[in-house]
């Protein structure tokens, strides 16, 4: 599966069109089952880029590659997953209050 489709990728707003925003909206969640690690995109280039927040080893802010999530093999053969019925949010409501300190 596709992490982005292309009803997906006309939906998510371009690179630095929410960077002044205190509360950006995701539009796509990934996650990969297997680990801790979750994918919340906020912005994309329409290509191949995402800018989004990452939490994994550390929590941050910052750009990742859909064809390097799509290349991603677990244990099993488990690939990296798109959340199927996530609807645009804004981080913070996803996040709760403490994610200011991001």
């Not at 998510?12 to 929410?18: R, T, W």
């Not at 800018?51 to 690939?79: A, C, H, M, R």
Request: with cysteine; net charge negative.
């Amino acid at each position: 599966m596709k992490l982005i489709n292309q009803e997906l990728a006309k939906q998510i707003p371009a690179l630095y069109s929410q960077e002044k925003k205190t509360d950006p909206m995701v539009y796509v969640i990934f996650s990969a089952p297997w680990s801790h690690w979750i994918w919340y995109v906020t912005e994309f280039d329409g290509k191949d880029t995402c800018f989004g927040f990452v939490q994994g080893d550390y929590d941050e802010w910052g750009y990742f590659s859909i064809s390097e999530l799509e290349n991603v093999t677990g244990p099993e053969g488990q690939k990296i997953e798109r959340e199927p019925y996530f609807t645009p949010e804004p981080i913070k409501q996803l996040l709760g209050e403490d994610f200011d300190k991001f």
